[in-house]
């Protein structure tokens, strides 16, 4: 693992402009809706970090993270940037508890990996009504890995977590469950959640963002949250914007009424004697998460 000290200016210079653009309406949407101008960030997983120059032209403070180089160290060499190369958790060991206003994950694909992995193999050995119902997430399973969870203590109290999700997404429509393990996940490393957000029209496709500290706190600024601008749009990259601009706030912390089984109500059930599940289900559901994946 290197840690590397790079200028941001001559970091940010070397970015393709396409992706960079792509992703501005996204990226000044997060920046506006929870005050983070002039923030200490932590991004693993950064990749090319054209989202994180957002936060740069907003004034923050910015430590990246990725396995991959997609610069030259030599021309970047200077101050004001932090890159670890190489795997996260150990960037994690190097780096103090409570150092970062907010920690960004956008993308991460170990943590992507898992869950998809974790989505197939439950498919493969679920029950009849579990694959009528698309149910894909198993109960009690940790939405995020231990590099993710870690993590979490980089953040200072009062601080938050913003987590993307694009492969490997847990339709949140058939699994409200999974919400309610990401909050249970959450608490358990200190931080409450705030939001989560999906597409209307692709629902493993999620925006979940967490406050660190405790839930009266928490809720106090979930409350300040609703004179701030909405969110209308995020995963900038998208290639149908007509779904990404179609979002759908399916949690909030302060207001019980939002809540992933209030927002995709399941359809009536009717009164009769449940029917065989046709052999192909199971397929069905296989294939439903590999469209999805693919986006």
Same mark, same amino acid.
């Given at each position: 693992?290197?840690?590397?000290?790079?200028?941001?200016?001559?970091?940010?210079?070397?970015?393709?402009?396409?992706?960079?653009?792509?992703?501005?309406?996204?990226?000044?949407?997060?920046?506006?809706?929870?005050?983070?101008? *002039?923030?200490?960030?932590?991004?693993?997983?950064?990749?090319?970090?054209?989202?994180?120059?957002?936060?740069?032209?907003?004034?923050?403070?910015?430590?990246?993270?990725?396995?991959?180089?997609?610069?030259?160290?030599?021309?970047?060499?200077?101050? *004001?940037?932090?890159?670890?190369?190489?795997?996260?958790?150990?960037?994690?060991?190097?780096?103090?508890?409570?150092?970062?206003?907010?920690?960004?994950?956008?993308?991460?694909?170990?943590?992507?990996?898992?869950?998809?992995?974790?989505?197939?193999?439950?498919?493969?050995?679920?029950?009849?009504?579990?694959?009528?119902?698309?149910?894909?997430?198993?109960?009690?399973?940790?939405?995020?890995?231990?590099?993710?969870?870690?993590?979490?203590?980089?953040?200072?109290?009062?601080?938050?977590?913003?987590?993307?999700?694009?492969? *490997?997404?847990?339709?949140?429509?058939?699994?409200?469950?999974?919400?309610?393990?990401?909050?249970?996940?959450?608490?358990?490393?200190?931080?409450?959640?705030?939001?989560?957000?999906?597409?209307? %029209?692709?629902?493993?496709?999620?925006?979940?963002?967490?406050?660190? *500290?405790?839930?009266?706190?928490?809720?106090?600024?979930?409350?300040?949250?609703?004179?701030?601008?909405?969110?209308?749009?995020?995963?900038?990259?998208?290639?149908?914007?007509?779904?990404?601009?179609?979002?759908?706030?399916?949690?909030?912390?302060?207001?019980?009424?939002?809540?992933? %089984?209030?927002?995709?109500?399941?359809?009536?059930?009717?009164?009769?004697?449940?029917?065989?599940?046709?052999?192909?289900?199971?397929?069905?559901?296989?294939?439903?998460?590999?469209?999805?994946?693919?986006?």
């Amino acid at each position: 693992m290197q840690k590397l000290e790079l200028s941001p200016d001559l970091f940010f210079s070397n970015l393709r402009t396409v992706n960079r653009d792509l992703c501005k309406d996204a990226m000044l949407g997060l920046v506006h809706r929870y005050d983070l101008s *002039g923030k200490n960030v932590l991004s693993l997983g950064a990749g090319e970090a054209f989202e994180e120059s957002w936060f740069y032209n907003s004034d923050c403070t910015l430590t990246l993270n990725d396995i991959n180089l997609s610069f030259t160290p030599a021309v970047c060499q200077g101050s *004001g940037l932090t890159f670890y190369h190489g795997d996260a958790g150990a960037a994690l060991v190097d780096i103090p508890d409570g150092r970062y206003d907010l920690l960004y994950v956008s993308s991460f694909h170990p943590d992507e990996i898992r869950r998809e992995t974790i989505q197939a193999d439950f498919v493969a050995q679920q029950t009849e009504d579990q694959a009528a119902h698309y149910v894909t997430w198993p109960d009690d399973e940790l939405p995020y890995s231990e590099t993710l969870n870690d993590a979490l203590a980089k953040i200072r109290d009062g601080g938050l977590v913003i987590f993307q999700h694009y492969r *490997g997404g847990v339709c949140v429509d058939t699994n409200p469950h999974y919400i309610d393990e990401i909050e249970k996940q959450f608490q358990s490393a200190g931080v409450q959640l705030l939001e989560v957000y999906t597409f209307r %029209r692709s629902t493993p496709h999620l925006l979940v963002v967490g406050y660190k *500290g405790d839930a009266s706190h928490a809720l106090e600024f979930s409350k300040s949250l609703q004179a701030r601008p909405e969110i209308k749009t995020f995963h900038g990259r998208y290639g149908d914007k007509e779904i990404s601009t179609d979002v759908v706030k399916v949690f909030e912390l302060a207001s019980e009424h939002i809540r992933p %089984r209030k927002v995709f109500p399941p359809p009536p059930t009717a009164h009769a004697e449940p029917q065989p599940t046709p052999p192909a289900a199971s397929a069905g559901i296989v294939e439903r998460l590999r469209s999805l994946f693919r986006r």
